[in-house]
C-alpha cells in the first residue's frame, strides 16, 4: 500500500519512516512536509534515493498542494505527524499552531473524504488531558479520561483530536487516534527537554530546569512508539482512540541530573528558572487498551534508551550542530536570555 506520512522531516515521523522502510518493504512511502523550522531534509538523506520512497515539500494548509498530491499518488493510508509541537512556542504565538494543527488537519481529512482512504490516523497526544496531581501517584489516564488542555499547543491538538472523531461519525470516514506521552530517541529537535540538555550540556553551558524541576512525564522511546503506530494501521479498529505509554515516570529534575551524570558534567550546570505558564504538573498514561486489544508494550528500558539516544548525540554532532547555530539562536536568546 502507499502510506502518506505528514511531518515526516521532524523527529517521530522521520523515526516512523525508518520504521517502515525496514520493516514493510511492501509498501511505499510518501513523505509531506512544510520543513519548517523543526523539519529538516538532511535527516531523511539516507532514504532520498529508496525506490519505496518519495519526499514532497508541502504545507498541509495547503488544500490545492494536498488534493494535487492525492491525485497523483493515491494514498491507501494517511498518518499525520505534521504539527507545530512546542509547548513554549504556543504560549510564545498560538496562532500557526491553530492553523496547522486544526485547519491541516481538516484538509488533510477533506482530501480523504474526496479521494477515498483505508485509514487515516491522527498522532495525538497525551496532553489533551490536561495534567495530573503529583500527590496521587494511582491515577493515570485513560481513552475515556476528559479533554482537558492546558496549553494553546494541547488545546489546538485536542481540537483536531474532535475533528477526525467528528468526521468520523458524520463523515463515516475511517480514523484512528493514538495519544502518546513524552518521545525521546534519534533526531528530536534540541528545543525540547532531553536534545536541549543534551547539547547544553555537551557545550557546558547552564541546563535550564523550569521551576522546581519536581514536574512529571512518562517517556517512551520513539521507535516504540512507531511500532505502536504501524499495529493501530493494521489491526487498530476505526473510530477509536489508543493511548500509547510505558509506565515509565520521571521527575524532570531526575532527567537532568542523569544526563549530567552519563555525560559526566557537573550538576552545578543546573539552573533554576522561572516556571513555564500553566506548566502541566504530571503525565501518566494507562496503555491497558493498547496492549489488550492489539497486544502492543513497549520494549525499551529507559536505562537503555536514554544510553542509546546519549550516545547518538554524541555520535551526530553535526546533526544538531547545525540546527543550534542556525535560527536557533534567536529563539533561544528569546525563551531563555531574560528566564
Ligand atoms: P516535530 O516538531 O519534530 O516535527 C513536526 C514536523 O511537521 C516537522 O518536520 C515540520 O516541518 C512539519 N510541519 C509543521 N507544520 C507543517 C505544515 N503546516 N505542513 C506540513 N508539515 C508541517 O514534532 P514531533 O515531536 O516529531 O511530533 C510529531 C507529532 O507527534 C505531532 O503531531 C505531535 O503533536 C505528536 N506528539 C509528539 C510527542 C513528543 O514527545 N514529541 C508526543 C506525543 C505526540
Ligand atoms: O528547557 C527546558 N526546561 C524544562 O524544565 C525545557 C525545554 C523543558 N523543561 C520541562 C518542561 C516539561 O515539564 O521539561 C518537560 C518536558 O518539556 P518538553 O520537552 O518541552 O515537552 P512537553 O512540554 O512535555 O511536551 C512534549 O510531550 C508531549 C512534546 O513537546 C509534545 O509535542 C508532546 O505532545
Same mark, same amino acid.
Given at each position: 500500500m502507499t502510506i502518506l506520512v505528514t511531518g515526516g522531516a521532524g523527529f517521530i515521523g522521520s523515526n516512523f519512516i525508518f520504521f517502515m522502510l525496514e520493516n514493510h518493504p511492501e509498501d511505499r512511502i510518501v513523505c509531506l512536509d512544510k520543513l519548517t523550522y523543526a523539519g529538516n531534509l538532511s535527516t531523511l538523506k539516507d532514504v532520498m534515493d529508496d525506490p519505496n520512497f518519495r519526499f514532497v515539500k508541502l504545507d498541509i494548509c495547503d488544500r490545492e498542494g494536498v488534493y494535487k498530491l492525492f491525485e497523483e499518488e493515491k494514498p491507501d493510508v494517511v498518518v499525520n505527524f505534521a504539527a507545530e509541537s512546542h509547548?513554549?512556542?504556543?504560549?510564545?504565538?498560538?496562532?500557526?499552531?491553530?492553523?496547522?494543527?486544526?485547519?491541516?488537519t481538516q484538509v488533510l481529512?477533506?482530501?480523504?473524504?474526496?479521494?477515498? +482512504?483505508? @485509514?487515516?490516523?491522527?498522532? $495525538?497526544?497525551?496532553?489533551?488531558? *490536561?495534567?495530573?496531581?503529583?500527590? =496521587?501517584?494511582?491515577?493515570?489516564?485513560?481513552?475515556?479520561?476528559?479533554?482537558?488542555?492546558?496549553?494553546?499547543?494541547?488545546?489546538?491538538?485536542?481540537?483536531?483530536?474532535?475533528l477526525v472523531l467528528a468526521y468520523h461519525r458524520t463523515f463515516g470516514l475511517p480514523v484512528t487516534i493514538s495519544r502518546c506521552s513524552n518521545n525521546y530517541g534519534p533526531y528530536q529537535f534540541p528545543e525540547k527537554l532531553i536534545p536541549l540538555m543534551i547539547a547544553n550540556a555537551l557545550n557546558d553551558k547552564p541546563l535550564p530546569v523550569y521551576g522546581k524541576g519536581e514536574n512529571v512525564r512518562d517517556w517512551l522511546y520513539v521507535e516504540d512508539h512507531c511500532k505502536a503506530i504501524d499495529? +493501530?494501521? @493494521?489491526?487498530?479498529?476505526? $473510530?477509536?482512540?489508543?493511548?500509547? *505509554?510505558?509506565?515509565?515516570?520521571? =521527575?524532570?529534575?531526575?532527567?537532568?541530573?542523569?544526563?549530567?551524570?552519563?555525560?559526566?558534567?557537573?550538576?552545578?550546570l543546573i539552573t533554576y528558572v522561572t516556571d513555564r505558564k500553566g506548566h502541566d504538573m504530571r503525565y501518566a498514561i494507562d496503555p491497558a487498551k493498547i496492549h489488550s486489544e492489539l497486544g502492543w508494550l513497549p520494549e525499551t528500558k529507559f536505562a537503555d534508551g536514554i544510553r542509546k539516544t546519549i550516545q547518538w548525540y554524541l555520535d551526530h554532532k553535526t546533526w544538531w550542530e547545525e540546527i543550534i547555530s542556525g535560527d536557533y539562536q534567536n529563539y533561544y536568546q528569546r525563551m531563555y536570555g531574560n528566564r
Open positions: 509547548v513554549d512556542r504556543s504560549i510564545e504565538n498560538p496562532e500557526v499552531f491553530l492553523q496547522t494543527n486544526i485547519l491541516g481529512m477533506d482530501a480523504c473524504r474526496k479521494y477515498g +482512504i483505508q @485509514r487515516f490516523h491522527q498522532v $495525538g497526544t497525551d496532553e489533551v488531558y *490536561g495534567d495530573l496531581p503529583l500527590d =496521587r501517584p494511582d491515577l493515570f489516564f485513560t481513552e475515556t479520561t476528559p479533554i482537558h488542555a492546558s496549553s494553546p499547543y494541547s488545546a489546538s491538538k485536542a481540537s483536531a483530536d474532535l499495529r +493501530i494501521l @493494521r489491526e487498530g479498529r476505526d $473510530g477509536e482512540v489508543y493511548n500509547i *505509554g510505558g509506565h515509565n515516570e520521571m =521527575r524532570n529534575i531526575d532527567i537532568v541530573k542523569l544526563i549530567c551524570k552519563t555525560l559526566g558534567k557537573p550538576e552545578s
